[in-house]
Protein backbone atom coordinates (compact mmCIF):
# COMPACT_ATOMS: atom_id res chain seq x y z
CA UNK A 1 0.00 0.00 0.00
CA UNK A 2 1.33 3.39 -1.15
CA UNK A 3 -0.15 6.77 0.37
CA UNK A 4 -3.35 8.10 -0.52
CA UNK A 5 -1.64 11.29 -0.33
CA UNK A 6 1.42 10.49 -2.52
CA UNK A 7 -0.55 9.13 -5.03
CA UNK A 8 -2.64 11.73 -5.04
CA UNK A 9 0.36 13.92 -5.63
CA UNK A 10 1.79 11.60 -8.49
CA UNK A 11 -1.63 11.85 -10.22
CA UNK A 12 -1.24 15.52 -10.05
CA UNK A 13 1.69 16.54 -11.41
CA UNK A 14 1.54 13.30 -13.56
CA UNK A 15 1.17 15.36 -17.21
CA UNK A 16 3.48 18.37 -16.20
CA UNK A 17 5.81 18.31 -13.42
CA UNK A 18 6.65 21.71 -11.47
CA UNK A 19 5.54 23.53 -14.81
CA UNK A 20 8.43 21.76 -16.79
CA UNK A 21 5.66 21.00 -19.69
CA UNK A 22 6.50 17.20 -19.50
CA UNK A 23 5.86 13.87 -17.27
CA UNK A 24 8.27 13.01 -14.86
CA UNK A 25 7.61 9.74 -16.99
CA UNK A 26 9.06 11.55 -20.03
CA UNK A 27 11.73 13.07 -18.36
CA UNK A 28 15.58 12.57 -19.59
CA UNK A 29 17.44 11.10 -16.33
CA UNK A 30 19.91 13.84 -17.68
CA UNK A 31 17.89 16.34 -17.35
CA UNK A 32 18.55 18.73 -14.49
CA UNK A 33 14.54 18.09 -13.86
CA UNK A 34 15.40 14.89 -13.05
CA UNK A 35 18.56 15.82 -10.96
CA UNK A 36 16.83 17.39 -8.81
CA UNK A 37 14.56 15.18 -8.29
CA UNK A 38 16.74 12.30 -7.56
CA UNK A 39 18.85 14.43 -5.45
CA UNK A 40 16.13 15.00 -3.06
CA UNK A 41 15.15 11.59 -3.03
CA UNK A 42 18.76 10.32 -1.75
CA UNK A 43 18.99 13.58 0.83
CA UNK A 44 15.53 12.86 2.36
CA UNK A 45 16.53 9.32 2.42
CA UNK A 46 20.04 10.02 4.42
CA UNK A 47 17.77 12.37 6.65
CA UNK A 48 15.10 9.74 7.79
CA UNK A 49 17.99 6.74 8.13
CA UNK A 50 20.84 8.89 9.39
CA UNK A 51 23.03 8.10 7.13
CA UNK A 52 26.90 8.27 8.06
CA UNK A 53 28.33 10.71 5.46
CA UNK A 54 30.94 7.77 4.67
CA UNK A 55 28.10 5.36 2.92
CA UNK A 56 27.13 5.62 -0.41
CA UNK A 57 23.28 5.49 -1.40
CA UNK A 58 22.57 3.80 -4.73
CA UNK A 59 19.26 3.45 -7.24
CA UNK A 60 19.53 0.22 -8.66
CA UNK A 61 17.56 -2.16 -10.39
CA UNK A 62 17.44 -5.60 -10.47
CA UNK A 63 15.45 -6.02 -6.91
CA UNK A 64 16.60 -7.96 -4.05
CA UNK A 65 17.50 -10.94 -5.82
CA UNK A 66 20.24 -9.09 -8.08
CA UNK A 67 21.59 -8.08 -4.79
CA UNK A 68 21.63 -11.81 -3.87
CA UNK A 69 24.60 -11.79 -6.37
CA UNK A 70 26.19 -8.71 -6.78
CA UNK A 71 26.71 -8.67 -2.53
CA UNK A 72 29.51 -12.19 -3.11
CA UNK A 73 30.26 -11.23 -6.74
CA UNK A 74 31.84 -8.08 -4.99
CA UNK A 75 32.68 -9.37 -1.01
CA UNK A 76 32.65 -13.04 -1.51
CA UNK A 77 34.34 -14.45 -4.87
CA UNK A 78 38.15 -14.74 -3.76
CA UNK A 79 37.53 -14.77 -0.22
CA UNK A 80 37.18 -17.83 2.23
CA UNK A 81 33.89 -17.98 3.09
CA UNK A 82 30.57 -16.07 3.87
CA UNK A 83 28.18 -16.32 6.62
CA UNK A 84 24.30 -16.54 6.43
CA UNK A 85 21.40 -16.64 8.32
CA UNK A 86 18.69 -18.93 7.01
CA UNK A 87 15.26 -17.86 8.53
CA UNK A 88 13.46 -18.99 6.00
CA UNK A 89 12.56 -18.61 2.03
CA UNK A 90 14.16 -15.11 1.19
CA UNK A 91 17.34 -16.18 3.13
CA UNK A 92 17.24 -19.06 1.70
CA UNK A 93 17.05 -18.17 -1.90
CA UNK A 94 20.05 -15.51 -0.79
CA UNK A 95 21.97 -18.66 0.27
CA UNK A 96 21.30 -20.28 -2.85
CA UNK A 97 22.55 -17.99 -5.40
CA UNK A 98 25.89 -17.05 -3.21
CA UNK A 99 26.42 -20.66 -2.78
CA UNK A 100 27.09 -20.46 -6.95
CA UNK A 101 29.23 -18.33 -6.54
CA UNK A 102 31.91 -19.33 -3.78
CA UNK A 103 31.47 -21.20 -0.08
CA UNK A 104 28.69 -20.46 2.31
CA UNK A 105 28.55 -21.08 6.13
CA UNK A 106 25.05 -21.02 7.20
CA UNK A 107 25.63 -20.12 10.65
CA UNK A 108 22.19 -20.87 12.09
CA UNK A 109 18.86 -22.18 11.00
CA UNK A 110 15.83 -22.19 11.86
CA UNK A 111 14.45 -25.07 9.19
CA UNK A 112 14.21 -27.28 12.49
CA UNK A 113 10.75 -25.82 13.35
CA UNK A 114 10.00 -24.21 10.05
CA UNK A 115 10.91 -21.48 10.26
CA UNK A 116 9.24 -19.94 12.47
CA UNK A 117 11.59 -18.05 14.64
CA UNK A 118 15.19 -16.12 14.63
CA UNK A 119 18.16 -18.54 15.73
CA UNK A 120 19.22 -15.96 18.74
CA UNK A 121 23.06 -15.61 17.91
CA UNK A 122 24.92 -17.49 20.79
CA UNK A 123 23.56 -19.96 18.64
CA UNK A 124 25.44 -19.09 15.72
CA UNK A 125 28.69 -20.92 14.02
CA UNK A 126 30.52 -17.85 12.65
CA UNK A 127 33.41 -18.99 10.47
CA UNK A 128 36.50 -17.58 11.22
CA UNK A 129 37.50 -16.51 7.50
CA UNK A 130 34.59 -15.26 6.77
CA UNK A 131 33.97 -12.17 4.27
CA UNK A 132 30.86 -10.88 6.30
CA UNK A 133 27.54 -12.36 7.75
CA UNK A 134 24.14 -12.27 5.82
CA UNK A 135 20.62 -12.11 7.22
CA UNK A 136 17.33 -11.14 6.24
CA UNK A 137 16.23 -8.58 8.47
CA UNK A 138 12.15 -9.58 7.77
CA UNK A 139 11.07 -12.50 6.26
CA UNK A 140 8.20 -11.80 3.94
CA UNK A 141 6.55 -14.34 3.51
CA UNK A 142 6.63 -16.48 7.11
CA UNK A 143 6.42 -13.00 8.56
CA UNK A 144 9.26 -13.50 10.81
CA UNK A 145 11.94 -10.06 11.99
CA UNK A 146 15.04 -9.61 13.44
CA UNK A 147 13.92 -7.06 16.24
CA UNK A 148 17.81 -6.14 16.97
CA UNK A 149 20.45 -6.37 15.45
CA UNK A 150 23.37 -8.76 15.24
CA UNK A 151 26.25 -7.77 16.71
CA UNK A 152 29.81 -9.14 15.08
CA UNK A 153 32.87 -7.98 14.19
CA UNK A 154 32.61 -8.90 10.39
CA UNK A 155 30.73 -6.57 7.71
CA UNK A 156 26.93 -6.97 8.22
CA UNK A 157 25.43 -7.52 5.10
CA UNK A 158 21.06 -7.05 5.55
CA UNK A 159 18.13 -7.64 2.83
CA UNK A 160 15.59 -5.13 4.56
CA UNK A 161 13.32 -5.09 1.50
CA UNK A 162 10.63 -5.45 3.71
CA UNK A 163 10.95 -3.88 6.59
CA UNK A 164 13.62 -0.39 5.60
CA UNK A 165 12.01 2.27 6.57
CA UNK A 166 9.15 1.16 9.36
CA UNK A 167 11.31 2.00 12.18
CA UNK A 168 14.83 3.59 12.81
CA UNK A 169 17.94 1.66 12.32
CA UNK A 170 21.75 2.39 12.85
CA UNK A 171 23.28 2.18 9.85
CA UNK A 172 26.54 2.38 11.21
CA UNK A 173 25.82 -1.02 12.26
CA UNK A 174 26.18 -2.56 8.69
CA UNK A 175 28.61 -3.10 6.05
CA UNK A 176 25.64 -3.14 3.37
CA UNK A 177 21.68 -2.79 3.50
CA UNK A 178 19.76 -3.34 0.53
CA UNK A 179 16.23 -3.70 -0.22
CA UNK A 180 13.64 -3.53 -2.95
CA UNK A 181 11.19 -0.45 -3.02
CA UNK A 182 8.12 -1.79 -3.99
CA UNK A 183 7.37 -3.77 -0.41
CA UNK A 184 7.57 -0.07 1.98
CA UNK A 185 9.00 2.20 -0.03
CA UNK A 186 7.14 2.52 -3.68
CA UNK A 187 6.92 0.95 -6.89
CA UNK A 188 8.76 -1.77 -8.10
CA UNK A 189 11.68 -1.67 -10.03
CA UNK A 190 13.69 -0.17 -7.79
CA UNK A 191 16.76 -1.14 -5.41
CA UNK A 192 18.58 0.85 -2.73
CA UNK A 193 21.81 -0.11 -1.44
CA UNK A 194 23.46 1.81 1.38
CA UNK A 195 27.15 0.95 1.31
CA UNK A 196 29.61 1.63 3.83
CA UNK A 197 32.48 2.78 1.53
CA UNK A 198 35.63 1.15 2.66
CA UNK A 199 34.05 -1.82 1.25
CA UNK A 200 34.37 -0.89 -2.17
CA UNK A 201 38.07 -0.07 -1.41
CA UNK A 202 38.59 -3.34 -0.84
CA UNK A 203 36.19 -5.19 -3.20
CA UNK A 204 37.00 -7.67 -5.61
CA UNK A 205 36.87 -6.17 -9.20
CA UNK A 206 33.40 -7.86 -10.39
CA UNK A 207 33.10 -10.14 -13.46
CA UNK A 208 31.10 -7.46 -14.86
CA UNK A 209 30.61 -3.39 -15.20
CA UNK A 210 27.19 -3.93 -14.30
CA UNK A 211 27.66 -6.25 -11.22
CA UNK A 212 30.38 -4.06 -9.32
CA UNK A 213 29.19 -1.42 -6.88
CA UNK A 214 32.10 0.58 -7.91
CA UNK A 215 30.56 1.21 -11.76
CA UNK A 216 27.32 2.81 -9.78
CA UNK A 217 28.96 4.73 -7.28
CA UNK A 218 31.16 6.50 -9.65
CA UNK A 219 28.29 7.16 -11.69
CA UNK A 220 25.95 8.50 -9.03
CA UNK A 221 23.43 5.70 -9.96
CA UNK A 222 23.72 7.08 -13.48
CA UNK A 223 25.76 4.62 -15.27
CA UNK A 224 23.21 3.68 -17.44
CA UNK A 225 19.50 4.89 -17.14
CA UNK A 226 17.55 3.99 -13.55
CA UNK A 227 14.12 3.60 -12.60
CA UNK A 228 12.95 7.18 -12.69
CA UNK A 229 9.47 7.12 -11.97
CA UNK A 230 9.92 4.80 -9.20
CA UNK A 231 12.78 6.94 -8.14
CA UNK A 232 10.17 10.01 -8.16
CA UNK A 233 7.57 8.33 -6.30
CA UNK A 234 10.12 6.84 -3.72
CA UNK A 235 11.00 10.65 -3.27
CA UNK A 236 7.12 11.48 -2.35
CA UNK A 237 7.31 8.30 -0.33
CA UNK A 238 10.20 9.97 1.95
CA UNK A 239 8.31 13.82 1.80
CA UNK A 240 5.61 12.06 3.49
CA UNK A 241 7.80 9.94 5.62
CA UNK A 242 9.33 13.07 7.01
CA UNK A 243 6.35 14.24 7.01
CA UNK A 244 4.21 12.08 9.65
CA UNK A 245 7.06 12.48 12.26
CA UNK A 246 9.91 10.31 10.47
CA UNK A 247 10.77 6.87 11.49
CA UNK A 248 10.20 7.01 15.18
CA UNK A 249 6.64 7.79 14.57
CA UNK A 250 6.89 5.28 12.04
CA UNK A 251 7.90 2.70 14.64
CA UNK A 252 5.19 3.43 16.95
CA UNK A 253 2.20 3.59 14.42
CA UNK A 254 3.41 0.06 13.36
CA UNK A 255 4.03 -1.69 16.54
CA UNK A 256 0.26 -0.65 17.58
CA UNK A 257 -1.27 -2.17 14.20
CA UNK A 258 0.60 -5.36 14.49
CA UNK A 259 -0.09 -5.81 18.13
CA UNK A 260 -3.96 -5.25 16.97
CA UNK A 261 -3.82 -7.93 15.03
CA UNK A 262 -1.54 -10.20 17.08
CA UNK A 263 -3.85 -9.91 20.11
CA UNK A 264 -6.69 -10.46 18.25
CA UNK A 265 -5.32 -13.58 16.73
CA UNK A 266 -4.35 -14.78 20.10
CA UNK A 267 -7.52 -14.87 21.67
CA UNK A 268 -9.39 -16.58 18.83
CA UNK A 269 -9.63 -20.17 18.88
CA UNK A 270 -10.00 -19.96 15.22
CA UNK A 271 -6.97 -17.95 13.93
CA UNK A 272 -3.63 -19.06 14.66
CA UNK A 273 -0.12 -17.53 13.79
CA UNK A 274 3.18 -20.44 14.60
CA UNK A 275 6.05 -17.56 15.11
CA UNK A 276 7.32 -17.16 18.38
CA UNK A 277 6.29 -14.32 20.00
CA UNK A 278 9.19 -12.13 20.12
CA UNK A 279 10.23 -12.68 16.57
CA UNK A 280 6.87 -11.46 15.08
CA UNK A 281 6.99 -9.52 11.97
CA UNK A 282 5.56 -6.06 12.36
CA UNK A 283 4.99 -5.97 8.74
CA UNK A 284 3.61 -9.12 7.42
CA UNK A 285 1.16 -11.11 9.70
CA UNK A 286 1.16 -14.85 8.50
CA UNK A 287 -2.23 -16.18 9.95
CA UNK A 288 -3.90 -19.81 8.92
CA UNK A 289 -7.87 -20.31 9.76
CA UNK A 290 -8.60 -23.52 11.53
CA UNK A 291 -9.85 -25.25 8.81
CA UNK A 292 -8.12 -24.74 5.18
CA UNK A 293 -11.01 -25.51 3.20
CA UNK A 294 -12.52 -22.37 4.53
CA UNK A 295 -9.52 -20.14 2.92
CA UNK A 296 -11.06 -19.47 -0.24
CA UNK A 297 -14.51 -18.38 1.52
CA UNK A 298 -12.69 -16.16 3.57
CA UNK A 299 -10.47 -14.48 0.50
CA UNK A 300 -13.91 -14.06 -1.02
CA UNK A 301 -15.90 -12.12 1.93
CA UNK A 302 -12.54 -10.07 2.79
CA UNK A 303 -12.26 -8.67 -0.91
CA UNK A 304 -15.78 -7.72 -0.85
CA UNK A 305 -14.93 -5.63 1.73
CA UNK A 306 -11.49 -4.06 -0.03
CA UNK A 307 -9.59 -6.20 2.06
CA UNK A 308 -7.19 -7.40 -0.20
CA UNK A 309 -4.12 -9.54 -1.06
CA UNK A 310 -4.52 -11.26 2.13
CA UNK A 311 -3.54 -14.63 0.06
CA UNK A 312 -0.56 -16.28 1.54
CA UNK A 313 2.62 -17.10 -0.49
CA UNK A 314 2.02 -19.96 -2.87
CA UNK A 315 5.25 -21.51 -1.21
CA UNK A 316 3.22 -21.58 2.52
CA UNK A 317 -0.47 -21.03 1.57
CA UNK A 318 -2.44 -19.41 4.56
CA UNK A 319 -3.30 -15.94 5.33
CA UNK A 320 -0.81 -12.99 5.30
CA UNK A 321 -1.86 -8.94 5.84
CA UNK A 322 1.17 -6.76 4.51
CA UNK A 323 1.03 -3.92 6.58
CA UNK A 324 3.42 -1.70 5.27
CA UNK A 325 4.07 2.11 6.61
CA UNK A 326 1.15 3.60 4.47
CA UNK A 327 -1.39 0.98 6.17
CA UNK A 328 -3.35 3.20 8.65
CA UNK A 329 -4.70 1.12 11.89
CA UNK A 330 -8.21 2.31 10.57
CA UNK A 331 -7.08 -0.77 7.98
CA UNK A 332 -6.07 -3.59 10.36
CA UNK A 333 -9.14 -2.41 12.51
CA UNK A 334 -11.12 -3.61 9.63
CA UNK A 335 -9.36 -6.35 8.94
CA UNK A 336 -9.71 -7.65 12.64
CA UNK A 337 -13.47 -7.04 12.75
CA UNK A 338 -14.07 -8.86 9.53
CA UNK A 339 -12.02 -11.93 11.11
CA UNK A 340 -14.15 -11.83 14.13
CA UNK A 341 -17.12 -11.76 11.85
CA UNK A 342 -15.61 -15.03 10.10
CA UNK A 343 -14.98 -16.80 13.04
CA UNK A 344 -18.44 -16.28 14.74
CA UNK A 345 -20.00 -17.62 11.43
CA UNK A 346 -17.85 -20.48 10.92
N1 LIG B 1 14.04 -10.41 -0.13
C1 LIG B 1 12.88 -10.19 0.52
C2 LIG B 1 12.89 -10.09 2.02
C3 LIG B 1 11.68 -10.04 -0.19
O1 LIG B 1 10.53 -9.83 0.44
C4 LIG B 1 11.72 -10.14 -1.61
C5 LIG B 1 10.49 -9.93 -2.44
N2 LIG B 1 9.33 -10.45 -1.96
C6 LIG B 1 12.94 -10.38 -2.23
C7 LIG B 1 14.07 -10.50 -1.46
C8 LIG B 1 13.04 -10.50 -3.72
O2 LIG B 1 12.81 -9.25 -4.26
P1 LIG B 1 12.73 -8.95 -5.81
O3 LIG B 1 11.53 -9.65 -6.35
O4 LIG B 1 12.60 -7.46 -5.86
O5 LIG B 1 13.99 -9.42 -6.42
Given at each position: MLPEEVLRQAAAEMLDWHGSGHSVLEMSHRSQEFASIIASAERNLRDLLAIPDNYRVLFLQGGATLQFEMVPLNFLVGCGCADYVHTGIWSGKAIKAAQRLGKVNVVASAEDAKFTYVPPQNEWRL?????YVHYVANETIGGVEFHWTPDVELPLVC???????SRPIDVSRYGLIYAGAQKNIGPAGLTIVIVREDLLGKAQPAPSLMMDYRTHTRAGSMHNTPPTYAIYVAGLVFDWLKGQGGLVAMAKNNYEKAQLLYDFIDASSFFANPVRKCDRSLMNVFFTL????LDELFLTGAKERALLQLKGHQLIGGMRASIYNAMPLAGVQALVNYMQEFEAGH
Open positions: ATDAADMSSNLFADPA
